[in-house]
């Protein structure tokens, strides 16, 4: 960059006496000329400028003004003066460049000679005319103690400068242009015209006009690619001399003598070009443009190295890229994200170019192995490591770094991987992270070369991802893992790397594909016994051979092996889908099986366990070597199932329940050696126990049942000594046949409840009555009934579920021996069912699926099926079988039957016997039922009947009682029952009933008589009496209707508070509406409900309690209440509720008002009992009762006016003849007690609302003055703020409360009916 300076003559010693102003004015700023070839004005914000005394400038350097300094004073002669301005002129003359000549004084300029025309010339005058007119302006006066002079003066410096630039750049501009005009013509010079064009680029840099100079070297090398190969004579050779580049060092060489004597290489005249772009870019901080240009130098001087040696070319590209990172390493970054990430990238670039040049040199030297540029397979390269260049051709290197890494293997290692490692490190700044991985891998693969096997896999297991598929890179790192785990003998872990390495074969050639599949086959028998999950092997089709002569099952494996593989065995493990209880597993398999590419069938087997059902194939394995290779097969989202049938060689056993007794047939295919039979119940209990009563031959152990060898069918009858769950049963059997132990699981649906219930009743002291009731869901059939060995003739019918078949008969004693035997409908159906599906099934020629077959149709014939008209038809009559999702052989099969409307033998089944002896108990009389239409309150009548059923065959007078109510009519009602014993007789009472007390209706007693009234031999009883407190189960009901009702209210009630809590004018309903929906939305008109909760909770129930208990006690004699005592009651049981109530209604009160407060007002209660703690902490537990006096006599008020006020109603629309006791009724009579209940409590309400809202700087200290305050400040009718929102909340409140309480009421009469045996209609 040219320097430029400030020449100073200081031929008088004045010098001294201003230079510290002087420089102290120093750089000149803010500049404005207009230079360059463009003649554009130009904006120097600053000129940084040099001052030589009496020196003369640098050969590079550019004087901008020679000043020449002056001092003289009158007291010098004329001849002293006029040789100092001799020599001033002299001066001035010699200058080519812009000059100065100053005179310095330390007043006014001194005068010389006499007046001419009355004037008095000065020295400044005369030194001007003697300079000449035009370049009087070339001369200034400095008084140097004055400031004005100094600005006087560095303003002319300042014009005088700007002139000179001007000029200066007007010269080169011309010669340039001359030049460039003359570029065509013999003898042009391209070294002159940059020597040139360079000299203005300085001239820009030197006034910090970058963009400019940069523009002179881009038209420079422009005008260089553009010229002719014929041209090139300008440079003596290409010259690649030097491989050790700064580029930002411009000095390192006389590139400028070179170029003005044209002896100036190519290679360098291009680094030295680059090298002043570079330093330019930096100064302008664009440092993005720094690295494309690097690298376009990098490019394009290695395309030109046709005739350097490749050593020379590696180690300049080396020391080139290293020196850019040098340069990005060492400017001065701005705070953008965005430059540093651009930064991060190209260093990393840079660093990785100069690690492969490492990789040529290391070739070259002998340090790395001769195939280690390839580098296309890891195996070849470890066998390569040894054939390093036996001759090294080693080139002097200039730069000393790579000359010692060159020397010596450990250098060289450390040059290399510090290099990786800060490409890696940039790599990941810019968020590049596989190219990071290619670095790691470089470090990695250099360990292997060395044979370092631990480095590399520390460098390579971080690198690849333990899960998922494996991309080209780490392909390629996986491949460098697994040699290193091989030659260190980590069995497992390389077999797991080439497991993926099979599955990722795309990335590899087909050698690599046979190499890593024998190697699979070698590492699976040098490993340790172990278990892994692959995903070198997928199942596809499954399908299970029904034909074959054991449990068989097809499934194709898919293999990604490359090679064909020799498995030593494969099975598949079955889980019982429809046993989860049990947690069955079946392992079918198959041995010596090869599995070739792609995909491969095969049959797996099993004789060991017989199981008919549905089950899950859970998982696959794949046994090689010592290697189990796990293929899961199904998981939470995805399940694959199989159905199998029975072996078929596996033995039939069939469950038969019998009178506490279980019949086991036992139907052998092949010889069995020996069984053990378990059977579990449908609640998972054992069947057999040590208590069983079992034949001879036979044995239980261990709640097994234990058979010896059988050969041909056998059949077992076992006396249980438990009645067994009936339901789904399981039947488990461990047998051996030939030595060989199998097992077999099967399930049934067995009944072990007795189909048939016996009960005796004794009539008189010789007459049974005996009755036989089906317990069963299916129809049973008694045959024959034995009542003391005497045989009764049969029922020709079937017995549904709930029917009896009754016989009066004698006997004696207290005791009776009864046997019945009956048949069961479901046994002719199994019977039919098991041989239609047998017939279709020979007919198809699907004998094996026979019994799952049977299975299924008989579970749909048991659900689906219509007993009674299969009874009445003596054919099936079920819905049809259904064919879906049973397989393809299954589906022909059912659809071959015809199950519906097959016909039926129904007595083909078997005789079943019940054995039993019965105690005798004594029959009752009568079964009486009580109804009511309807429930009411006290003193209305309630109309009942009584229905009564004879039980036996005497004649019988029933009596009605009641002391605790009015019967309407007559004290007792009386009726004869007559029956005979044919028929059951029967008959109705009707009555009505006036309560005495309140909380439920009494019912009255029932005393049956046999013969007249005289004799009181009591036979029944109904109970009267409810062991729970009718008035609490009242208040309860009353409590919860009350909340109920709020759910529905409690937006009307938020409103109504909003309303009130307002002052002044915009408080209308619509608005506050807006207001609360602007926000909550509409979760926001329920807050505070769980403080209205609360409310209901102790409110409600202390008034409704209080109400209720005072009622009854201010009641006459006669049951009679007057109004003024109701009302009475309702202002006692108003004050009651207010005091229980008024905590949890300021909760509620402030928890509703509190989203119309500013934020910082807010209370911010989480609920209500977070209120009652936030109120008792800041303000006291008086805190919680503050406004009780208000919320008291609103309360007394709002239950004395509602309650009455109801009743009062009631009673009045009673007497008109539109109303009668009903819902219409309840809903006319509690709106119009809300209308005047509202009327009343509306200011007190109002008033309540206030003082309780109110903090603890409340206004309002009285309900008396509160009232008074609000009608001064408001007017009377802000005392009835928020009427309709509380009409509105008030009137449907009271009718949904009294309709919930009717409801409770209701549940409660139904739960006093079912526990004291009564029924309510």
């Not at 494969?570 to 792609?598: F, K, R, S, Y």
């Not at 003391?788 to 009896?804: H, M, N, T």
């Not at 009652?1172 to 800041?1178: G, P």
């Amino acid at each position: 960059m040219e320097r430029l300076w400030f020449s100073i003559t200081d031929e008088f010693g004045l010098w001294s006496q201003i230079s510290f102003e002087f420089e102290a004015r120093l750089p000149l700023r803010n500049l404005i000329w207009k230079g360059g070839i463009t003649q554009t004005a130009q904006f120097v914000s600053q000129l940084n400028a040099h001052v030589v005394v009496n020196e003369p400038a640098p050969e590079d350097a550019t004087s901008l003004l020679h000043i020449y300094l002056v001092a003289l004073n009158d007291s010098e002669s004329d001849t002293r003066k006029a040789e100092v301005r001799a020599r001033a002129k002299a001066w001035s003359i010699r200058q080519k460049s812009p000059w100065l000549i100053v005179l310095v004084t330390n007043s006014e300029p001194p005068t010389q000679g006499p007046k001419f025309l009355n004037m008095r010339t000065t020295l400044l005058d005369r030194l001007r005319s003697d300079i000449g007119r035009k370049d009087s302006d070339h001369v200034v006066h400095l008084q140097h103690k004055q400031v004005e002079s100094w600005n006087a003066l560095f303003l002319a410096i300042r014009d005088q400068t700007v002139q000179g630039l001007e000029a200066r750049t007007s010269v080169l501009g011309d010669e340039i242009r001359r030049m460039d005009a003359n570029r065509m013509l013999p003898g042009w010079n391209y070294c002159k015209f940059f020597v040139t064009k360079e000299r203005l680029a300085d001239l820009y840099a030197a006034l910090e006009l970058w963009d400019a100079a940069l523009a002179q070297y881009d038209e420079l090398e422009a005008v260089y690619e553009q010229l002719p190969q014929a041209q090139s004579a300008w440079f003596t050779e290409f010259g690649a001399s030097d491989d050790f580049t700064d580029l930002l060092n411009v000095h390192k060489k006389p590139y400028r003598q070179q170029l003005a004597r044209n002896t100036i290489t190519q290679f360098d005249f291009c680094v030295y070009l680059c090298g002043q772009q570079l330093r330019l870019l930096v100064e302008m901080k664009r440092y993005a443009e720094v690295v494309q240009r690097a690298q376009r130098l990098i490019d394009g001087l290695g395309a030109k190295m046709h005739n350097v040696s490749p050593m020379f070319r590696a180690a300049w590209t080396y020391s080139t890229c290293m020196n850019v990172v040098e340069i990005c390493e060492g400017v001065q970054l701005a705070q953008d994200d965005a430059t540093v990430r651009v930064l991060a990238v190209a260093k990393a670039e840079f660093l990785a170019s100069a690690r492969r040049q490492l990789d040529v040199l290391g070739t070259m030297c002998g340090r790395l192995p001769a195939g280690y540029l390839k580098r296309s397979n890891t195996r070849e390269l470890t066998q390569d490591s040894e054939s390093r260049a036996s001759e090294p051709n080693l080139e002097p290197i200039s730069n000393p770094v790579l000359a010692e890494a060159l020397a010596s293997d450990a250098r060289f290692d450390q040059v290399y991987v510090r290099t990786c490692e800060q490409a890696t490190q940039y790599y990941l700044d810019s968020g590049r992270k596989r190219f990071a991985q290619v670095m790691q891998g470089d470090i990695a693969q250099l360990h292997i070369c060395r044979e370092r096997w631990a480095n590399a896999i520390r460098v390579l297991r971080p690198l690849i991802p333990e899960t998922g598929d494996l991309n080209v890179m780490d392909v390629h790192l996986a491949e460098q893992q697994a040699v290193c785990e091989r030659r260190l003998g980590h069995t497992t872990t390389c077999l797991l790397l080439v497991q993926r390495l099979i599955f990722s074969a795309r990335f590899l050639d087909s050698s690599a594909q046979s190499s890593y599949a024998n190697m699979l086959e070698e590492l699976a028998h040098e490993v340790p016994v172990s278990q892994y999950s692959t995903v070198l092997f997928r199942v596809g089709d499954i399908a299970v051979d029904y034909d074959s002569e054991s449990i068989a099952v097809n499934i194709h494996v898919q293999s990604d092996v490359p090679a064909a593989l020799d498995v030593q065995r494969v099975e598949a493990v079955l889980v019982a889908g429809d046993n989860d209880a049990q947690q069955l597993e079946i392992v079918v398999d198959a041995h010596n099986v090869t599995l070739e590419p792609g995909s491969t069938r095969v049959a797996l087997t099993t004789d060991s366990v017989s199981c008919a059902g549905r089950f899950e194939v859970q998982s696959v394995h794949i046994f090689v070597g010592n290697v189990e290779f796990r293929i899961p097969v199904s998981n939470a989202n995805y399940r694959r199932f199989v159905r199998l049938n029975a072996h078929p060689a596996a033995p039939i056993i069939e469950l038969r329940a019998c009178a506490n007794s279980l019949v086991v047939n036992i139907q052998p295919l092949v010889p069995i050696d020996s069984m053990r039979l378990w059977v579990h119940d449908a609640q998972s209990q054992s069947v057999f126990d040590d208590q069983c009563m079992v034949p001879e031959g036979y044995r239980v152990e261990d709640e097994a049942l234990v058979v010896e060898a059988v050969e041909s069918s056998a059949s077992v009858e076992i006396g249980l000594a438990r009645n067994p769950a009936s339901g789904s049963i399981t039947v488990y059997a461990e047998y051996a046949v030939d030595g060989d132990l199998r097992m077999l699981l099967d399930t049934d649906d067995i009944e072990f409840a007795m189909p048939v219930v016996l009960t005796a009743r004794k009539l008189s002291t010789h007459t049974l009555l005996v009755r036989a009731q089906c317990s069963a869901l299916a129809p049973v059939r008694v045959l024959e009934l034995c009542v003391c060995d005497v045989s009764i003739e049969p029922v020709a019918r079937f017995l549904q579920y709930g029917e009896s078949a009754t016989t009066v008969c004698e006997a004696e004693g207290d005791k009776a021996a009864i046997s019945v035997r009956f048949t069961m409908l479901m046994d002719a159906v199994r019977m039919c069912v098991y041989e239609l599906v047998a017939k279709a099934a020979s007919a198809l020629k699907l004998d094996a699926h026979t019994r799952y077959v049977q299975r299924v149709v008989l579970a749909h014939v048991r659900r689906t099926i219509d007993a009674q008209a299969t009874v009445c038809e003596s054919r099936l009559v079920c819905e049809p079988v259904p064919t879906l999702m049973c397989g393809r052989d299954v589906s022909r099969l059912l659809s071959a039957l015809l199950v519906v409307g097959a016909h039926i033998n129904l007595d083909s089944g078997p005789v079943h016997t019940h054995h039993t002896t019965l105690s005798v108990q004594s029959l009752p009389i009568v079964r009486v039922t009580v109804s009511a239409s309807q429930l009411c309150t006290v003193y209305e009548e309630t109309p009942f009947v009584v229905r009564v059923q004879a039980l036996c065959g005497k004649r019988l007078r029933v009596s009605l009682v009641s002391s605790q109510c009015m019967v309407a009519g007559a004290a007792t009602q009386q009726v004869t029952i007559a029956q005979d014993a044919e028929s059951m007789g029967s008959c109705e009472l009707r009555f009505g009933l006036v309560p005495l007390v309140v909380g439920f209706v009494p019912v009255p007693e029932i005393i049956c008589h046999e013969g007249g009234l005289d004799d009181q031999c009591e036979w029944t009883r109904v109970p009267t009496q409810v062991t729970s407190s009718p008035s609490l189960c009242v208040v309860q009901n009353k409590r919860f209707a009350a909340c109920a009702a709020n759910f529905f209210t409690h937006p009307l009630d938020l409103l109504k508070v909003r309303q009130q809590t307002m002052k002044g004018t915009g408080n209308g309903l619509v608005h506050v509406v807006r207001g609360v929906f602007a926000e909550g939305g509409m979760l926001g008109f329920y807050n505070g409900m769980s403080a209205a909760v609360l409310r209901q909770m102790t409110y409600s129930m202390a008034r409704f309690a209080t109400y209720e208990e005072l009622k009854k006690r201010m009641s006459r004699e006669d049951g009679s209440l007057p109004f003024y005592r109701m009302a009475a009651a309702g202002i006692v049981a108003g004050a009651v509720g207010g005091i229980c109530g008024t905590p949890a209604d300021i909760v509620l009160v402030r928890l509703q008002n509190d989203g119309s407060l500013p934020l910082a007002q807010r209370r911010n209660y989480k609920h209500a009992i977070d209120g009652l703690v936030q109120i008792t902490r800041s303000e006291g537990p008086r805190g919680l009762f503050k406004g009780a006096v208000p919320n008291v006599s609103r309360a007394m008020l709002m239950t004395g006016a509602q309650l009455c006020s109801y009743d009062a109603f009631k009673d009045l629309l009673l007497s008109t003849p539109y109303f009668t006791n009903g819902l219409a009724l309840h809903f006319s009579a509690s709106l119009l007690s809300g209308f005047v209940a509202t009327t009343i409590t509306s200011p007190f309400d109002v008033v309540k609302t206030r003082v309780m809202n109110a903090g603890p700087t409340s206004p309002y200290r009285s309900l008396l003055q509160a009232m008074v305050l609000i009608v001064r400040e408001e007017g009377v009718r802000a005392l009835y703020k928020g009427w309709t929102p509380s009409f509105v909340r008030m009137a449907p409140q009271t009718v949904l409360t009294f309709i919930f309480l009717e409801q409770f009421r209701g549940l409660y009469w139904n739960s006093y009916a079912r526990h004291n045996c009564v029924k309510f209609e």
